[in-house]
């Protein structure tokens, strides 16, 4: 039994000052790269999702491509969307090794490390970006259909353009509809970042790994484990309380938007449910 | 030259204005002349296609077959984008279901197309905002969301946007259908009122009554054509057509 405390918590292990440093670095890559990739991933998806709905005869020349994209990079794994993108950037960037001739993508672009960040962390960001902005673009598409129709027509009849009606009136309407999906995508894509330790980027996974070599003791990869669920477990039920709360809503029969009244709902019998 | 014509001025004109969903043929060439200030009334069973037909004239559902003019300039034809944005900028249209913007409050929904529209500044959108909201008893909701506002209040902020556009035409679709009775009465003062300032008003309704006090003419619309129309004591009270008779017994026994 103490064998196995010892394996998973063993105390010395996980608060070794060098070992808890090098596990919070790590868990602050983690972090970082879940912000960046998070924010790019939202407005990526966000532009996908209007490109999707491009209206009219010609729109199909966007519509089209635009859905083979979001349907390719559903299907992709994450790990091989990073493997790609950091191997052949990083390639492309590099002369040629037979005719010494020079990489074809620019060094700043091939090996990014904008901001001192290193180039695993950007490349990490590109490959989660592509493949949560396909995700993110189907959650906003389901918010885009939620809206009733009914306020195209009275953006229309005001005179507002397609555009102006999709800025306006769709898109702001949409993005409320699905915050708590968005969120809970954003949990999943928090998760998927520890994927970037493949590429050589010491984020919290790879810092407990190096540890577990080391001292054969899998404590600090507990302690990652544990700071993951420090920040998703709160994520998770502010999920739930923002569902909870657009349910109040749609039961009293309001379309949504605005604060919710402070009065009671007139329905009765739901209290205890 | 055609009596309709010389007597009405061909302010907004529907030639023989066809429209069909699929294989159903709702509108099946509709004839129709307004003139400048005219207050008409339409009235038809459900499925007549009196809501269709409004929403043909501010080419919401643009008509396959047959011509609308707006002060003599021609507005459907595909492609007609000139004539889609001279339509839109000179009718407005209330709903049936309020369909106010949900995410903004009562005076920005009254601003927000005047502002992206008409480009007009936001003192200025604000000031014909609250004048027009004043106009329709609600000057203390300038702020309040739309759910927080009864159905009744909803559909005068509705009309208060389209207004607040400067509309030559008001289109209202059914707009006290979806209203409890108690709140009926607000928002038909304000159609009156509306009236009586000389405004040019299409307005597809189950309210009789409204109809025979506000309206220049009465249009009984069944199964996709004007079956009868004319001043509202000829056709409310001694209607000519057999159809007219059966739906307006209906109607009026409650």
Redesign the interface.
């Known amino acids: 039994m103490d064998r196995i405390l010892q394996e998973y918590f063993d105390l010395g292990v996980m608060f070794d000052p060098d070992n808890f440093d090098k596990v919070i670095d790590g868990f602050w890559f983690t972090i970082r790269l879940s912000i960046v990739a998070g924010i790019t991933s939202l407005l990526f998806g966000l532009l996908l999702a209007v490109l999707r709905q491009t209206p009219g005869k010609w729109g199909g020349l966007v519509r089209g491509p635009t859905i083979a994209y979001i349907d390719v990079f559903r299907g992709v794994p994450q790990l091989l969307t990073i493997l790609i993108v950091s191997l052949s950037l990083a390639a492309l960037a590099s002369p040629n090794l037979e005719t010494g001739e020079d990489g074809v993508l620019p060094r700043w672009l091939g090996i990014p490390e904008w901001f001192g960040l290193p180039a695993p962390f950007w490349y990490g960001v590109i490959a989660i970006t592509l493949t949560y902005g396909a995700y993110f673009a189907e959650v906003y598409r389901a918010g885009i259909e939620a809206v009733p129709e009914g306020q195209t027509e009275a953006a229309r009849s005001l005179g507002m353009s397609y555009a102006q009606c999709m800025r306006q009136v769709i898109i702001p309407q949409a993005v409320r509809k699905v915050i708590p999906p968005l969120l809970n995508d954003f949990i999943a894509l928090m998760k998927d970042t520890t994927l970037v330790s493949v590429i050589g980027l010491i984020e919290v996974v790879q810092a407990g790994r190096d540890i577990q070599n080391l001292e054969f003791n899998s404590s600090a990869l507990m302690l990652g484990a544990i700071l993951f669920i420090l920040v998703t477990i709160p994520l998770a039920r502010q999920v739930d309380v923002l569902i909870a709360r657009e349910q109040r809503k749609t039961r009293r029969g309001g379309s949504g938007g605005g604060d919710a009244p402070s009065e009671p709902p007139p329905t009765t019998g739901m209290a205890g449910a | 030259m055609e009596q309709a014509t010389s007597s009405n001025g061909g302010f907004l004109r529907l030639e023989d204005v066809h429209k069909r969903f699929g294989p159903l043929e709702v509108l099946k060439g509709v004839n129709l002349d307004v003139a400048q200030g005219e207050v008409i009334c339409i009235l038809g069973p459900s499925g007549s296609g009196k809501s269709t037909l409004l929403r043909c004239v501010?080419l919401?559902e643009p008509p396959e077959a047959g011509r609308i003019l707006l002060e003599g300039k021609e507005i459907t034809g595909a492609g007609n984008r000139e004539g889609l944005?001279f339509v839109?900028?000179r009718?407005?249209?209330v709903?049936q279901?309020f369909?106010?913007?949900?995410?903004?409050s009562v005076l920005e929904n009254v601003t927000?197309?005047q502002r992206?529209?008409?480009d007009r500044s936001e003192k200025e959108a604000a000031e014909r905002g609250r004048e027009l909201l004043e106009r329709v008893g609600l000057s203390d909701k300038l702020d309040e969301?739309?759910?927080?506002l009864s159905g009744g209040q909803q559909q005068r902020v509705?009309i208060s946007?389209?207004l607040a556009?400067d509309p030559e035409v008001m289109l209202f679709d059914e707009v006290t259908s979806a209203l409890d009775p108690e709140l009926v009465k607000g928002v038909l003062d304000v159609m009156r009122e509306l009236a009586g300032s000389g405004m040019t008003m299409l307005v597809v309704t189950h309210e009789i009554g409204f109809a025979r006090e506000a309206a220049n003419r009465v249009v009984f619309m069944d199964d996709g054509v004007v079956v009868e129309e004319g001043s509202p004591d000829q056709v409310i009270d001694s209607p000519r057509e057999q159809r007219t008779k059966q739906f307006l017994g209906l109607v009026l026994e409650h």
């Open positions: 501010n919401l944005d839109r900028r009718v407005g249209m709903f279901q369909n106010l913007f949900p995410h903004k927000m197309a992206t529209v008409l969301y739309p759910d927080r509705a946007r389209a556009m």
